[in-house]
T-cell receptor, first 113, second 110 residues
Framework: DGGITQSPKYLFRKEGQNVTLSCEQN?????MYWYRQDPGQGLRLIYY???????QKGDIAEGYSVSREKKESFPLTVTSAQKNPTAFYLC????????????FGQGTRLTVV | GQQVMQIPQYQHVQEGEDFTTYCNSS?????IQWYKQRPGGHPVFLIQ?????EVKKQKRLTFQFGEAKKNSSLHITATQTTDVGTYFC??????????FGQGTELSVKP
């Protein structure tokens, strides 16, 4: 089945630890995105990538890092510098052309204690 | 930068009532997309509008793109509990970004 997969679904970490969230797609999409969602809030863009080995900061990139070494993969690392890391993280992908549909993964709910 | 404002932020309706959410842009849009996110779920693409004045229907949902291509609306007739969720109208891949914003959260009381 084609799709976009995020893992794990739930993740718990201790404060001060870095954690990496996985996002894999087999849709042959060029563009990939990471969003953060807090309770009752919309989606805020963290990072996005249009092609392999290139990525851009979104609106709330501080405390996060990404890599795009393969077209299929766009992992997000939540570093200890992120002040409020507990949130729901969503990964999405799409073709690069303007106006194409974005497909989302199931999301990872990160809790930092 | 280009932004889309969505109103209202929250809407509570009785089952059977109609519901409308609006997206307004300060600049002309090439297209507009609508997504729905169920509680605890992820956003799912509903539709895309491209032409000025375009109207598209999906069962009880009616989507409209303004004549000036600066606003759009989603109207749900006779809401059901299955309509609960947050509706988004993101900017469609403008300069590589895909900006979602706050959305409109709809709750339906049975």
């Amino acid at each position: 089945d084609g799709g976009i997969t995020q893992s794990p679904k739930y993740l718990f970490r201790k404060e001060g630890q870095n954690v990496t969230l996985s996002c894999e797609q087999n849709l042959n999409h060029d563009a990939m995105y990471w969003y953060r969602q807090d309770p009752g809030q919309g989606l805020r863009l963290i990072y996005y990538s249009q092609i392999v080995n290139d990525f851009q900061k979104g609106d709330i990139a501080e405390g996060y890092s990404v890599s795009r070494e393969k077209k299929e993969s766009f992992p997000l690392t939540v570093t200890s510098a992120q002040k409020n890391p507990t949130a729901f993280y969503l990964c999405a992908s799409s073709f690069r052309q303007v106006g194409t549909e974005a497909f989302f993964g199931q999301g990872t709910r990160l809790t930092v204690v | 930068g280009q932004q889309v404002m969505q109103i209202p932020q929250y809407q509570h309706v009785q089952e059977g009532e109609d519901f409308t959410t609006y997206c307004n842009s300060s600049t002309t849009l090439s297209n507009i997309q609508w997504y729905k996110q169920r509680p605890g779920g992820h956003p799912v693409f509903l539709i895309q509008l491209v032409k000025s004045g375009e109207v598209k229907k999906q069962k009880r949902l009616t989507f409209q793109f303004g004549e000036a291509k600066k606003n759009s609306s989603l109207h749900i007739t006779a809401t059901q509990t299955t309509d609960v969720g947050t509706y988004f109208c993101p900017l469609g891949n403008q300069g590589g970004k895909l900006i979602f914003g706050q959305g409109t959260e709809l709750s339906v009381k049975p």
